[in-house]
């Protein structure tokens, strides 16, 4: 009934929004007197924010199609290396440019798309091969195409990694960096040929115990059954994946706005003053945020329920106890991956120290392979932004630069 209720709500807004945004084109239209004078600006800019806050969205679209390299503006390509049922690898082509690192970023399976990490993707390109995965909508998915857990999310790392190939660094940006790590010790523990020079966790939970957040306490403080009965639900019928048991993007999308209500909100009230004062770029940068934040997606229920029990609930992974396809996921078995962790001094999503322990249970990785890098920034800060571009990816660079390239 939840999903069905939403999907009743999403449906009414939508032609609420549409609505709003003809009259705001109305009363700000030039030809229209009432645009001069009276309440007319302020009228428009409420409706033009409505309209914005209670629009439908779908998947949104990466639109990198330029990029520098060498200081020679060069045309990208998006190609998909690989299909499979719940996400598939794409690589940015950078026609003309041969060589260069072999990145792959892994985008979080939490509710965003992996459009979320456009801007981690376009400091990037100039510097290096950059393929990343990109995680299908759970509701997109029909039933026949079985289950997908977080056992299956690390087998889908191990096959990317292949697929690109030997000599690939690796790029975990915040909830992917324990199944890319386990990965790595699944890979490391094989000999793997394709396991990555480098593996770069930037605002990971790693050990939810080190400084816990509001996000880590919502874990622990209820029962694993109070997840089950609560935030499931069901696909309705109008989606491919109608009858899929799901964790929908809606209810992340709430938690994470309730989380910051106040922020949001004095987003928002910022966005209607711009655009009062004909400030349309200022109002056009909130937007562009929101048009991202607000685009969310599904996660099966599985994935999402193993998730808060082996990381949030049971911390398997620091306490050594987390299994992969009945195999003990052994930190140990790293030896040749250098570990990068990078976290945000202001970080409320992943607390400072979350993603540091990831060297700490490398106990057989020289000290000289780990290094820490803690940023003055957020959660959001550490991947997009100003700082990403001017502080932090710079060092992620070096550090790949003085692993192999």
Known sequence: MLY????????MLAGASAWANFSAELLSNPSNPFAYFGG???????????????????????????????????????????????????????KGVTGGPKLLIVAPMSG????????????????????????????Q????????????????????????????????????????????????????????KTLTMMGGPIDTREAPTA?????????????????????PLNYPGAGRRVYPGFLQLAGFMTMNLGNHMISHWEMFKHLVQGDD??????????????????MTAEFYLQTIEVVFQRH?????????????????????????????????????????????????LPASEKKHVVADAGHYGIFNGSKWRTQIAPVLEEWITAHGG
Not at 4 to 11: C, D, G, I, K, V
Not at 74 to 86: G, S
Not at 163 to 168: E, R
Request: hydrophobic share 40%; proline share 6%; net charge negative.
């Open 141 to 196: 998915v029909p039933v026949a195409e079985g289950r997908f857990d977080l056992d299956d999310y690390v087998d889908y790392i191990v096959e990317f990694l292949e697929t690109i190939g030997p000599g690939a660094h690796m790029l975990a940006v915040c909830q992917p960096s324990v199944p890319c790590y386990a990965a790595a010790c699944v890979m490391s523990a094989d000999k793997n040929p394709c396991r990555p």
């Open 215 to 235: 996000v880590n306490t919502l874990a622990t403080e209820r029962p694993f059954a109070w997840f089950e009965q609560n935030v499931i639900t069901t696909v």
């Open 281 to 298: 770029e200022s109002a056009e940068a909130t937007k562009d945020f929101y048009e991202e934040y607000r685009s969310v997606c599904d």
């Open 316 to 364: 398997a992974l620091p306490k050594g106890e987390m299994m992969h396809r009945g195999r003990r996921v052994d930190p140990g078995a790293i030896t040749d991956i250098a570990l990068l962790a990078i976290e945000g001094k202001r970080d409320d999503i992943s607390g400072l120290g979350q993603t540091k322990a990831a060297l700490t249970i490398a106990t057989n």
């Open 112 to 139: 965003h798309y992996a459009t979320l990490l456009r801007g981690t993707v376009e400091r990037m390109l100039p510097f290096a091969e950059v393929h990343i995965t990109d995680w299908r909508d759970a509701r």
């Open 40 to 94: 007319g600006p302020v009228v428009a800019s409420a409706l033009e924010v409505f309209a914005h806050a209670s629009a439908p969205r779908g998947k949104p679209e990466f639109g990198l199609d330029r990029t520098t390299v060498a200081g020679k503006e060069v045309d990208v390509v998006e190609e998909i290396v690989l299909r499979k049922p719940f996400g598939q690898l794409k690589r940015f082509v950078r």
């Open 4 to 11: 069905n209720a939403y999907e009743m709500q999403r449906s």
